[in-house]
Structure formats: C-alpha cells, structure tokens
C-alpha cells in the first residue's frame, strides 16, 4: 500500500516529535549528543524539508538560587540537630511528634538540595559565617536546649524553632522574587506553605 506526500510528510513530524519529547524527558539536565537531521517531505511539487534537532540548553540558575540551596542545607541542618534532641528530653507528646516530622522532612529536604548543587557543580565553599543567616540559634541557645528537659526543653524548643523557621520564611521569599531555577521555586513555596503551617501549630502549644 503507497503512502501518500503528506501521510509522508505527518509521519516524519510524528517522529521528529517523539524524539524531541525522549531526548528531553531528564527533567533539569542538559541534554547532550550530536544533532538529529530529518526529512520532511514537502507538498505535491515542493521539495522536500530537511529538520534538524539538537542538543536542548539548559540555563544556569541564578545566583539566588544558588544561595537559597546553599544556606538552606545548612539552615535545614540545624533544624535537624534541634528535633533530634525532642525523643529524649520532651515532655509533650505533641512536641515529640511534631519534632519527629520536621527532622524527617527537613532531612529529605537536605538530600534534594545536595543533590541539586552536585547537579549543578554548586558546592558551598568553606568558611560561611553560617550563623549570620535568618533564624539561626547561637551556639549558646543550642546548648541551653541540650541542656534542658520535660517542660523547659518543650518551651525553649518551640520557641527557638519558631524563630528559625521565620528565617527559612525570609530565605524563601527572597529566591522566590530573585530566583530562576524550577526546582529552587518549587522548594521554596513547599517551604512557606509548611513551615508557616508549622508556625501556627507551634505558637498554638505555646
């Protein structure tokens, strides 16, 4: 059975669609490899079309996307290290668990972004005055939650947590109006949408 030009000429566009769709299905990462050239055929007593496909060019994330990763794994961090030291020392049930969802969200969060600076050759460099970002705890506020127990720790804890997500909630908004990148955005707002959540949850035991 013969093909007529334009079912030719559909089906080379088809084609040309699918390859484009898989050599671009890796999400944020470049796509390398050599061009693809096509033929098109033309309509009845056109030539024929020659379509070439490349590699797709991803471009490079802001600088304040950069920041945002950087200073939010270490801000992440610190949040971590907090929780951890509920299951042992809080009293409040509510503050146990509560504890236990921000640690396991937050170190999930962690992975990403490490994941997202290797990606994209970001690696932090040494030396950061980390503690100079929004919300940190000093070392002292951090050894006097290590050093409290049952009621005291669950008030300290609380309110030392409520201060270091506010900082998360500054870092946040700043990529969101400076930002580029997708997934520096999009962690972004799930950072504003859960630990404002958290917030209210927090200042509510309080």
């Known amino acids: ?22 050599a671009c299905s890796d999400g944020d990462a470049p796509v390398e490899g050599p061009t693809a050239t096509m033929l098109a055929p033309g309509h009845p007593g056109e030539p024929n079309a020659t379509v ?14 950069v920041t945002f ?14 929780s951890e030291l509920a299951p042992t020392r809080a009293a409040d049930p509510r503050v146990k668990s509560l504890a236990s969802r921000i640690s396991a969200a937050q170190a999930g969060e962690i992975t990403l ?4 600076l290797r990606r994209n050759e970001k690696l932090p460099a040494t030396g950061h005055d980390h503690h100079s970002m929004p919300g940190m705890i000093t070392p002292a ?24 997500h506010e900082g998360a909630l500054e870092m946040a908004d700043t990529v969101l109006a400076d930002g580029t990148d997708t997934t520096a955005l999009q962690l972004a707002k799930d950072v504003v949408a859960t630990q404002q959540a958290e917030i209210n949850r927090m200042r509510a035991l309080l």
């Not at 059975?1 to 898989?22: C, F």
């Not at 990763?69 to 907090?82: K, L």
């Not at 972004?113 to 997202?116: A, G, I, L, Q, V």
Request: net charge negative.
């Open 1 to 22: 059975m013969s093909v007529s030009e334009p079912g030719l000429r559909a089906l080379a566009l088809v084609v040309l669609a699918a390859w484009l769709l898989t």
């Open 141 to 164: 506020e951090l050894e006097d939650l290590e050093s409290s127990t049952s009621t005291t720790f669950d008030r300290l804890y609380l309110t030392l947590m409520i201060k270091h």
């Open 69 to 82: 990763m950087r200073m939010m794994v270490v801000h992440h961090g610190q949040a971590v290290v907090m």
């Open 52 to 65: 070439t496909a490349g590699p797709t060019a991803v471009p490079e994330p802001a600088e304040a996307d």
């Open 113 to 116: 972004m490490r994941d997202w």
